[in-house]
Nanobody
Framework: QVQLVESGGGLVQPGGSLRLSCAAS????????IGWFRQAPGKEREGVSC????????TYANSEKGRFTISRDNANNTVYLQMNSLKPEDTAVYYCAAEFSSGWCRTASSWYDYWGHGTQVTVSS
């Protein structure tokens, strides 16, 4: 059974850091693209970052470049999202998702086949 479980969210002050984890089971995650998405209250889900089957990295928004880093730990079948210099506008539920059809990062969330339940990130003083 394919399963993705996010963890590592929480409450952090502006300028702080969090590392989110996406633990995969039921499949070998390095054979697929894994993306991180987020959804803030009242807003649509948006892409944050993605790592492809070849380990190429896509960052979807300029505001995240240089602050967010995606990485993959094949031994633990886990993908991480390191988030630094967090801002209040980063507050959202963060989801990881697996793209099975091509192994490449896709912009649209509809391409992704499996999703985790999300982890809440709140950036507030």
């Amino acid at each position: 059974q394919v399963q993705l479980v996010e963890s590592g969210g929480g409450l952090v002050q502006p300028g702080g850091s969090l590392r989110l984890s996406c633990a995969a089971s039921g499949f070998t995650s390095n054979y697929y693209a894994i993306g991180w998405f987020r959804q803030a209250p009242g807003k649509e889900r948006e892409g944050v970052s993605c790592i492809s089957i070849s380990n190429s990295i896509t960052t979807y928004a300029n505001s995240e470049k240089g602050r967010f880093t995606i990485s993959r730990d094949n031994a633990n079948n886990t993908v991480y999202l390191q988030m630094n210099s967090l801002k209040p506008e980063d507050t959202a539920v963060y989801y990881c998702a697996a793209e099975f059809s091509s192994g490449w990062c896709r912009t649209a969330s509809s391409w992704y086949d499996y999703w985790g339940h999300g982890t809440q990130v709140t950036v507030s003083s």
